[in-house]
């Protein structure tokens, strides 16, 4: 066979049972450049349509043919299949044929050149073979920019085949800070963010298995996404009290007292609530600092309460969102927090599960189980959990947040509503987790006393800042003040949904001598006819639209600019002057605008859809 140029073989596979000690081979280095793969690098993606294939060099002349084995193990070292090739002549170049009989998983695959009966050489080279698609769709941050060393959470969105389980690796200046499985929580990660403030970019990569028990893959994932981290030294501090302490029902600070300092005022007397007090189990420890205490929670130690716990209303519990501050050293399989009515009508609790993943039961109902979403092991600094949970004639509703940002959400289906506030609620204790607690809250009603849940959830995610105008992630039942809502509109689950020729209408806003920022998270933004109108004074006609068609487009005076957005989300700055955007081709844009009487601003949000515009949450900020 001399003389070829390229050989297409189309494999046969000898399937075999794999035998002895057969293991992972390092890399060998080629002294004489005597096989090259050509079409793909090291630790690279091939698809069930894709070829591979390889050149034979050969530094001398007038060498005997060559022959080569070829043998694909599995990550577990096992042999899936092999082939021999005779007669390959210099400069030849093979094509092996579509490897359709592997499956998703790492595999190596091993040549052994022969001339004369002798091994000359020998090669590996490791490879993923996918069946499927696999994607990351998008990173969001919450919030969007923090403080330098304090933590918020990364939340990807993986696209992959039914029943897969990609392992993803997150990573900063090329060292790995977070790995696991999609199935332990590992696509939301908690992460504290660097000392220093500045633009950190973070990788999160993706591989359609996981490596053996105590390896890591040493290659680049052909699936990455990349991500900016805004951190800005300005901001402050995170929230460390959870108030007004009118708007809780049940709330301890833990400080020396651990005294409830909720309002029971609605639904019971002040006689009936005078001084209640945690009580310890075991021997949690009391630490204090300059302007913060907290508990450490040691093994077996925690807290019991035992009163009126949950808000009640007409004889039957009201919507609430239970908060609280923790940071949790261990990630087995342990409780958090339990409660339990005095008539075992209403109860729930809140643990670790085995599998290192936050989860809450609804007691005494089928299929009644929450999970977060969120790996335990990722939250390695002081995190905000809330759960707000929300009855209505025939579910009780749950949302869950992770430090501000609604994760899951699930409706239970019940038979009879419960009907008693009291009962027994209990922090950790006998095989309770380990860790500091500092916040526990029970939200009932808003600063005009309506009854909900708490509606200011995501404003607790952003640090103190004084650059922070407005913020909402629509958590309650009633908008924030200063908005106005007119035509069909819905407001549950964290979302607000206009109907079609529905507007929410935020408050004007003077700029002079400064310019906003202005954030929008639309639920889904493509494909729908909604309109943003930015219209300046008491002028009737807007000189700014912002169309959410197809494309998302920004109109000046007549003239479209095609806008970037991210994650759904739509960034502005806007002055008196100008708008500076991202456009489509991610370059930074500004465009003067239309001469204005003033210098004040309104912004309304349009929708002329024949079907709900949903909006996640808005932030303003100066």
Request: charged share 20%.
């Amino acid at each position: 066979m001399v003389g070829r140029n390229n050989l297409i073989i189309a494999i046969i596979i000898l399937f075999l049972a794999a035998c002895g000690d057969t293991s992972f081979l390092p890399d060998l280095s080629l002294e004489d450049n005597t096989l090259e793969i050509t079409s793909h690098h090291p630790g690279s993606f091939l698809t069930e349509n894709e070829n591979m294939a390889f050149k034979i060099k050969r530094s001398s002349e007038n060498i005997a043919p060559l022959n080569i084995d070829i043998r694909i193990y599995s990550i577990e070292n096992q042999l899936v299949g092999s082939l021999s090739i005779e007669n390959i002549d210099a400069e030849e170049e093979i094509t092996l044929a579509p490897f359709s009989f592997l499956t998703t998983g790492y595999y190596k695959i091993v040549f052994d050149l022969i001339e004369n009966a002798s091994i000359i050489q020998e090669a590996n080279y490791q490879f993923f073979y996918i069946e499927g698609n696999y994607s990351i769709k998008s990173i969001e941050t919450h919030p969007s920019t923090v403080s330098p060393d304090s933590p918020f959470i990364l939340k990807s969105l993986i696209d992959s085949p039914a029943g897969s389980d990609p392992y993803l690796r997150w990573s900063m200046n090329n060292e790995v800070i977070a790995e696991g499985l999609k199935s332990q929580g590992w696509n939301n990660l908690l992460w504290t963010s660097p000392k220093e403030e500045g633009v950190y970019s973070l990788i999160l990569e993706l591989f359609p298995v996981a490596p053996l028990s105590g390896q890591n893959f040493k290659y680049k994932s052909d699936i990455t996404m990349e991500i900016e981290i805004y951190v800005i030294a300005e901001k402050g501090s995170m929230l460390t009290e959870l108030n007004p302490a009118s708007s809780y029902y049940t709330l301890f600070h833990f400080n020396e007292s651990l005294e409830d300092l909720g309002d029971k005022s609605i639904s019971t007397s002040s006689e009936e609530t005078n001084s209640f007090f945690l009580k310890k189990i075991g021997q949690p420890k009391l630490s204090t600092t300059e302007n913060h205490s907290f508990f450490e929670i040691l093994p077996d130690s925690g807290f019991n309460y035992q009163g009126f716990v949950l808000p009640e209303s007409q004889g039957m519990i009201s919507p609430f969102t239970l908060t609280l501050a923790l940071k949790i050293t261990n990630n087995q399989s342990k409780n958090i927090l339990s409660y339990l009515s005095d008539d075992s009508s209403f109860g729930f609790s809140l643990y670790i599960d085995e599998n290192s993943l936050l989860k809450l039961d609804i007691l005494g109902l089928e299929h009644s189980t929450l999970n977060s979403g969120i790996s335990i092991a990722a939250l390695t600094e002081r995190f905000l959990l809330s759960l707000s949970m929300i009855p209505d004639a025939n579910n009780i509703n749950i949302i869950w947040y992770i430090n501000g940002k609604a994760l899951s959400t699930a409706a239970f289906p019940w038979k009879s509503h419960p009907s008693s506030s009291q009962g027994v609620l209990t922090i950790s204790g006998t095989d309770g987790f380990t860790g500091q607690i500092d916040e526990l809250g029970i939200f009932y009603k808003d600063s005009s006393g309506r009854l909900t849940p708490d509606d200011q959830i995501l404003k607790y995610s952003l640090q103190k800042t004084e650059r922070l105008l407005m913020i909402s992630g629509f958590d309650g039942f009633y908008l924030h003040e200063g908005l106005t809502l007119t035509g069909n509109y819905k407001l549950e689950k964290s979302l607000l949904s206009l109907g079609p020729m529905a507007a929410l209408i935020f408050p004007t806003m003077n700029l002079d001598n400064q310019s906003i920022n202005f954030k929008l998270k639309l639920f889904e933004i493509l494909n729908n006819n909604g309109e943003i109108l930015l219209s300046f004074g008491n002028q009737s006609l807007s000189n700014v639209k912002i169309h959410l068609a197809d494309r998302v487009f920004l109109e000046v005076a007549g003239t479209k600019y095609p806008l970037s957005v991210k994650d759904k989300s739509l960034n502005l700055k806007i002055s008196a002057e100008k708008i500076e955007f991202l456009s489509e081709n991610e370059e930074e844009t500004s465009l003067l605008l239309p001469s204005q009487n003033n210098n004040s601003l309104i912004i309304s949000i349009n929708n002329k859809a024949q079907y709900p515009l949903v909006i996640d949450s808005f932030t303003i900020t100066r």
